[in-house]
């Protein structure tokens, strides 16, 4: 059972919803994504989505893309990300770290040293937006090997025929996207999601946890009373972007965290 897994099963166990917050390691430097991040369970983050910075982020809305350049020219690259785990792991060893990017950086270390170090890090699962499922012999079924979730997103254009596909081999959870197009693009709607997440959990006992286009307390609660629990990461990152300091950035997390719990 990895952390996630026992994440989960905590909430159930408490009839809660699941917060889950991105942000980009590095952004807008190493210490300062450093001290954010050993923040987030203290304003209430259930799981934290590490963003690993890449050139060429395909699914990603400006101010994702923003921080992951902000990260990449402060000279962050997979090592640093790692290390920023590792140094979180020292004071936090339960709470769930995923780390979300592209597949081209996992590539060019080689998956095989890539899992040892993860693993190693405390990285307890992989959300790796450009493998599709017909990839998965390439890292999902290794990550699993490896004791890491491989956690997949479904979509509004995730049919019948193809949920099944996206499902076989996703473990942790499912991460509904509740938009289409990139991050930060629109604003999520319950009254849509809702049919979206029943649909999806007729097919699977994973929680559903949805995210894109969450941006208050409001919407997160409202969301997380549909599903799961909920994913807010653009609306986060804008904080960080902004420049507000590293404590109003965590007030602003546990208004979103405080939404999705009430639910």
Do not use: W
Not at 77 to 99: C, G, M, Y
Not at 110 to 128: E, P, T, Y
Not at 193 to 204: D, M
């Amino acid at each position: 059972m990895t952390r996630i897994d026992a994440k989960f099963a905590e909430l159930k166990a408490q009839g809660k919803k699941a917060f889950v917050s991105y942000v980009m390691a590095g952004d807008p430097d190493f210490d300062t994504s450093l001290e954010l991040v050993k923040g987030l369970p203290g304003a209430g983050v259930d799981v934290i989505e590490l963003g690993l910075p890449f050139t060429d982020p395909m699914a990603d809305g400006p101010t994702i893309q923003l921080a992951g350049q902000r990260a990449l020219d402060g000279g962050m690259t997979l090592q640093r990300t790692l290390d920023l785990a590792t140094e979180f792991r020292k004071t936090d060893n339960s709470t769930p770290i995923v780390l979300m990017g592209y597949y081209n950086p996992i590539y060019n270390r080689g998956v095989d040293r890539f899992l040892a170090d993860a693993k190693a890090a405390g990285i307890d699962g992989l959300i790796v937006v450009d493998l599709p499922p017909e990839e998965d012999a390439e890292l999902c079924l290794p990550a699993q090997a490896a004791g890491l979730n491989f956690i997949r997103l479904a979509t509004p254009t995730t049919d019948d025929k193809r949920l099944p596909r996206v499902l076989q081999n996703t473990s942790g959870f499912v991460y509904y996207v509740s938009i289409t197009g990139i991050t930060g693009a629109a604003e999520a709607q319950a009254t849509d999601v809702g049919p979206e997440v029943a649909r999806i959990k007729a097919a699977t006992d994973l929680p559903i946890i949805v995210g894109f286009g969450i941006n208050t307390p409001e919407k997160s609660r409202a969301i997380a009373s549909v599903a799961d629990g909920a994913v807010v990461g653009s609306a986060i990152v804008s904080q960080i972007g902004a420049g507000k300091p590293v404590a109003e950035v965590l007030a602003f997390v546990k208004s979103l965290a405080d939404g999705a719990h009430s639910a």
